[in-house]
């Protein structure tokens, strides 16, 4: 079974990533452009100096939700979730990243695990716990920690409702 981001879920994910047509640095993170995308559909990285139009952003963003959407899928396999809890974990998932072996992520830990909120959504998505995880990938501290928080409070919402 494929499943799809629902509408709430990428509205949720706009309404946190906002949309600059122009190239920006957010952060230490590679320039980003659009809806959060740091690379465009041929694989190639923003660069500084890059614009986009709206249509092009919205492309873009569809094609990166296509992205965790099939990350979201490998990782939750035949999981039982809701549209809702699905839309909310491709939001955190777009958000923070899969993981690697340098970064832990949604999907996996650097140690090579998966993480927690992976974990409790494969046993019983429907744990209270769940939300619990998500809330803590903030970063704390950070320029970014106030939004985070929002953020995570919307993914939490969606995902009970």
Same mark, same amino acid.
């Given at each position: ?79 039982? +979730? ?13 958000? +923070? ?37 998500? +809330? ?19 993914? +939490? ?5």
């Amino acid at each position: 079974m494929t499943r799809k981001t629902n509408n709430a879920g990428v509205e949720l994910i706009k309404e946190f990533e906002s949309c600059e047509l122009e190239a920006y640095k957010n952060g230490k993170d590679p320039w980003t452009i659009g809806w959060g995308a740091t690379y465009y559909a041929d694989g190639s990285r923003v660069q500084r100096g890059d614009t986009i139009t709206q249509q092009e952003a919205d492309i873009l963003l569809a094609m990166h939700i296509r992205d965790f959407e099939h990350m979201a899928n490998k990782a939750l396999g035949s999981t039982p +979730v809701t549209d809702n809890q699905f839309a909310a974990f491709v939001s955190i998932l777009f958000n +923070v990243g899969p993981g690697s072996s340098w970064k832990s992520g949604i999907v996996k830990l650097k140690n090579g695990k998966p993480s927690t909120l992976l974990a409790l959504m494969r046993a019983n998505p429907n744990d209270p716990l769940v939300g619990k995880e998500f +809330v803590k990938w903030i970063s704390a501290g950070s320029i970014f920690e106030n939004g985070l928080r929002r953020r995570r409070g919307e993914e +939490v919402k969606l995902y009970y409702s």
